[in-house]
C-alpha cells in the first residue's frame, strides 16, 4: 500500500528525513508497519538475523610455543533501540560482509592476547575458559558497535607439526594403551573363562543329555516291554470279564426263566390244584351236610308224626279206660294222677317209637 511499510520479523525499518525523539538520526520500527510519507520520507532496512564469522590465527603460548587456532564465532544485531543506531550507522550498506570482517578481528586480537598468557597444558587442558575469557574481552567492544555474540566455539589448536602437544599426548597414550592393553587382557581372560565355562557347561550338558537320552530310552524299553507283556495279560483280563458277564448274564437269564415257570406253570398249577382240592372238600361237606340234613329231615319228620299221633294214643288209652270198670279214691287228686299216668305213658310209647325210628334212620344213613 502506498505510504504503509512493514518490516520483516527479522529486520529492523529505519525511518530518515523527519524528527525523532532523543535526537536519534532516525526513526527505528520493530514488528510493526507505519506510515511514511512519501519523497519527504526514506526507508531502510538492518537485518536482525544470525551470522556467523570463522577465525584461523597462529598465536605463541606462555611457553613461545606457536600454536594454530581456529574458531567460530555467532553473532547479530541487537535488539534494542541504540544497539540498531550503532550497527545502522557502520554496517547498513554492507551489512554481512562488513560485520562478519570486524567481528573477526576483534575476536581475533582477544585470542591472541589470552593465548599468550596460558601455557600449552592449560590451552589444551581448559580449552572452554579460552573460550569464556575471549568471549568476555569482545563482549565490549561487540557492544559497541551494536553486536551481541551468541556463542563462540574454538575448533581446533594445532602446534605445527612440533610434536609438542603429540609429546604432550604421550604419556597420556601410553597410559590410555596400557589400559587398553590391560582392558584388553582382562577382557580376553574374561573371554577366555565364559569360553572355558561355555565349553565347561557345554560338556556338562551334552552329559546330561546323554544321561536323559539313556533314562528316556530305558523308560521307552521298559513301556514297551510292560506294554508287550500287558497286551495278552490284558486280553485274558478281557477274556475273563466276557466269560464272567456271559455266566452273569447265564445267571440272570436262568433266573428270569424260572421266574417265569413259577408264574407261568408252578403257580398255575399249584393255584389249579387247591382249586381242586377246595372243591372236592367242599363237595364232601355238601355231600355230609345233606346226609345229616335229610336224616334231621327224617327224625324231625317222625317226631311230627309221632306227635300227630300222640293225641290218638292218649285218646285210645282213655278209651280203653273208660269202658274199664275204675274206681277213683281219692277224688280231683286221683283223677289228676290218673291222667297223668295216661300221659307218661303215651310218653313212654313215643320215646320208645323215636328210638326205633332214629336207629331205623342211622342204620340207612351208614
Not at 525523539?21 to 507505519?34: E, H, M, Q, Y
Not at 575471549?134 to 557492544?143: H, N, R
Request: overall charge negative.
Amino acid at each position: 500500500m502506498l505510504g504503509y511499510h512493514v518490516p520483516d520479523p527479522d529486520e529492523a525499518m529505519l525511518v530518515s528525513g523527519g524528527t525523532t525523539k532523543d535526537n536519534a538520526p532516525f526513526r527505528v520500527v520493530i514488528g510493526r508497519g507505519t506510515w511514511v510519507m512519501p519523497f519527504f520520507r526514506k526507508v531502510s532496512y538492518l537485518s536482525l538475523a544470525m551470522f556467523e564469522s570463522e577465525i584461523g590465527e597462529r598465536c605463541v603460548t606462555k611457553q613461545a610455543i606457536q600454536l594454530d587456532v581456529r574458531a567460530v564465532i555467532a553473532f547479530k544485531v541487537a535488539n534494542d533501540t541504540q544497539s540498531i543506531v550503532n550497527a545502522a550507522q557502520r554496517f547498513l550498506s554492507e551489512q554481512e560482509r562488513e560485520m562478519s570482517v570486524l567481528t573477526g578481528r576483534i575476536f581475533s586480537g582477544h585470542l591472541r592476547s589470552i593465548v599468550g598468557s596460558m601455557t600449552v597444558e592449560e590451552i589444551i587442558r581448559e580449552r572452554q575458559k579460552l573460550a569464556d575469557e575471549v568471549l568476555i574481552a569482545s563482549k565490549i567492544e561487540m557492544g559497541s558497535i551494536g553486536l551481541t555474540v551468541d556463542s563462540f566455539q574454538i575448533q581446533s589448536i594445532d602446534d605445527g607439526n612440533l610434536g609438542y602437544i603429540a609429546a604432550l599426548a604421550a604419556p597420556h597414550n601410553a597410559a590410555v594403551q596400557r589400559d587398553a592393553q590391560v582392558a584388553q587382557a582382562a577382557a580376553a581372560q574374561v573371554a577366555a573363562q565364559a569360553e572355558q565355562e561355555s565349553q565347561r557347561k557345554q560338556a556338562e550338558y551334552q552329559r546330561e543329555t546323554a544321561i536323559l537320552r539313556a533314562q528316556y530310552q530305558r523308560d521307552i524299553d521298559k513301556a514297551n516291554a510292560e506294554a508287550a507283556q500287558a497286551g495278552p495279560l490284558a486280553q485274558a483280563t478281557a477274556l475273563q470279564e466276557v466269560l464272567t458277564a456271559r455266566a452273569e448274564q447265564a445267571r440272570k437269564e436262568a433266573e428270569l426263566r424260572e421266574q417265569q415257570l413259577q408264574a407261568e406253570v408252578v403257580k398255575p398249577a399249584l393255584a389249579e390244584a387247591e382249586r381242586v382240592r377246595i372243591l372236592a372238600e367242599a363237595e364232601a361237606d355238601r355231600t355230609r351236610i345233606q346226609a345229616e340234613a335229610a336224616a334231621s329231615n327224617n327224625r324231625i319228620a317222625l317226631d311230627q308224626l309221632l306227635i300227630e299221633q300222640l293225641p290218638e294214643i292218649v285218646k285210645q288209652a282213655s278209651a280203653g279206660l273208660s269202658n274199664a270198670n275204675l274206681t277213683v279214691l281219692n277224688g280231683p287228686d286221683g283223677v289228676s294222677e290218673l291222667v297223668n299216668g295216661m300221659v307218661g305213658q303215651g310218653l313212654t310209647v313215643f320215646n320208645s317209637l323215636q328210638k326205633a325210628l332214629s336207629s331205623n334212620n342211622d342204620h340207612v344213613a351208614d
